[in-house]
């Protein structure tokens, strides 16, 4: 018979473990999601850029649509702009048939201009500031964690979720689906 103290371990152990394989089970699940229709609103939204007219999302309209949300301070979000980069160049070059990419940074204007400077990005990126995250509530991110990334298809309909890091290979295996 265990002594109430090492019951009350065990317990707390086993609760722990308990949560930690749900988290870990949450943030690496790439379900595809069930196609979903948009916020009402979505399309009318617009960001600020690092330079020029702002960013309006109804310019996007009518092509299959890659949107990652990020920040600079998030190292996940830091370590897959290179292969967004790739997908965003690949499909860049397939023409009005390819899938456009877009970058929503959860961050201030300063530090993502600096980032910049110093790690390129290829793609479109607007500035959705901490508000941003009420644009990835709406489109699935229940958690509010980073990175998020949404694809969204030719008929506006969401097709894919990912909350954490994505990969190049993943990001064509979605697109080859939609």
Request: net charge positive.
């Given at each position: ?94 023409g009005a ?22 790690t390129p ?58």
């Amino acid at each position: 018979m265990l002594s109430p103290d090492a019951t009350r371990r065990s317990l707390l152990t086993l609760g722990a473990l308990a949560g930690l394989g749900g988290g870990l089970w949450w943030a690496s699940r790439s379900a595809e999601a069930a196609a979903s229709d948009l916020p009402k609103d979505f399309w009318t939204q617009q960001f600020d850029t690092l330079s020029g007219p702002p960013l309006v999302l109804s310019a996007f309209k009518g092509r299959p649509l890659l949107i990652n949300f990020w920040a600079t301070w998030c190292p996940p979000c830091v370590k897959e702009i290179p292969e967004i980069n790739e997908l965003h160049e690949a499909q860049k070059a397939l023409g009005a048939k390819g899938c456009q990419v877009l970058g929503l940074a959860i961050d201030g204007p300063t530090p993502v201009r600096e980032f910049v400077a110093k790690t390129p990005v290829k793609y479109p990126l607007g500035l959705a500031g901490f508000g941003g995250t009420e644009l990835a509530k709406a489109l699935g991110n229940t958690s509010g964690g980073l990175p998020f990334t949404v694809l969204i298809d030719a008929k506006g309909r969401v097709r894919q979720r990912k909350m954490g890091a994505t990969t190049l290979k993943e990001m064509q295996g979605w697109l080859k689906k939609t």
